[in-house]
């Protein structure tokens, strides 16, 4: 039995785009190389101003990036024309990425529904095989409002 392959609806390249072009994420260090239909793949530049008290990345960098490929992955299945709201994220911290390392944040979707999507993420030092990182999210959607002029 062969499995079906779906477009994304949303390609990596136009999600780097979307990237470099927010406001919130622009200087974020972030590039998308990867992404297919519920799936989506950050790579964020190391960053010394991202290293908490621990002496390792600190956990808000963590978050943003998270939502932020979790966001990118549900774009590849609904595209550009929904509202996304994220409703929860949960994190387990495991490890701590190696000092001066990129990291990198893989997201897929575990359920969608149609007003709820569910996905996780894990997250690497790019150096290292095991993840540093892993969080579920859940993200309500909805059609965006079209503005009468």
Known sequence: MTKTVRAPAVTAAELDK???????????????????????????????????????????????????????????VIGWDWQIVTTNLNFNFMRVPSLGDDIRAEARLLKIGKRLIVSDTYIYGVSQSEPAVHATGTFAIRPLQKKEA
Do not use: C, W
């Open 18 to 76: 979307y990237v470099k072009a927010r406001p919130f994420l622009k200087d974020s260090g972030y590039s998308v190389p990867y992404a297919a239909y519920g799936e989506a793949h950050i790579v964020q530049a190391f960053d010394r101003n991202n290293v908490g008290i621990s002496g390792g990345i600190n956990g808000p960098t963590f978050m943003k990036l998270t939502d932020a490929v979790m966001f990118l992955a549900i774009y590849t």
